[in-house]
């Protein structure tokens, strides 16, 4: 059987908030703009690893969806995103609210082999990564 790993890295939340900036939390970003944008913000340069993994995760958590060559937030994490960069301010400040939201979430390995089998298998990440990599590597 093969391994997953089943806990949320700090890559993961930093791939998240890059495709936070890239849409504007609206619409979506092909992932060459996440990961500009990731580089941008704190000069940040994903592995294809951890590229793969998070996003593999972050699908199968329900946090993002692929279509069309694009990732995009789900509308049930941004709503709960929203709640907790409002609550943000009530609540003492253990960790960011980003953080908070995907440690709340859960992974299995069912519903990575699920994401890799039907979406991934569609999606080639490392095409994509490939192509960031020959424009601006």
Same mark, same amino acid.
């Given at each position: 059987?093969?391994?997953? $790993?089943? %806990?949320?890295? @700090?890559?993961? /939340? ?8 890239? %849409? ?35 699908? /199968? /958590?329900?946090? !993002?969806? !692929?279509?069309? $060559? ?23 400040? %253990?960790?960011?609210?980003? @953080? ?9 390995? @069912? ?15 490392? $095409? ?10």
């Amino acid at each position: 059987m093969v391994k997953y $790993n089943l %806990t949320w890295q @700090e890559s993961d /939340a930093g791939l998240l908030d890059a495709l936070l900036l890239a %849409t504007g939390g609206e619409g979506g970003a092909t992932l060459q703009d996440v990961l500009l944008m990731g580089d941008a913000v704190d000069g940040t340069v994903f592995s294809l690893e951890e590229v793969t993994a998070g996003l593999e995760k972050l699908t /199968a /958590a329900g946090c !993002i969806a !692929i279509q069309k $060559n694009k990732l995009y937030l789900s509308p049930e994490f941004l709503e709960a995103y929203e709640k907790a960069t409002l609550d943000e301010g009530v609540e003492e400040k %253990t960790a960011r609210p980003l @953080e908070k939201l995907l440690h709340q979430k859960g992974i299995t390995a @069912e519903a990575i082999e699920q994401v890799r089998t039907s979406v991934f298998k569609k999606y080639k990440v490392k $095409n994509h990564y490939q192509q960031y990599l020959e424009q601006f590597g």
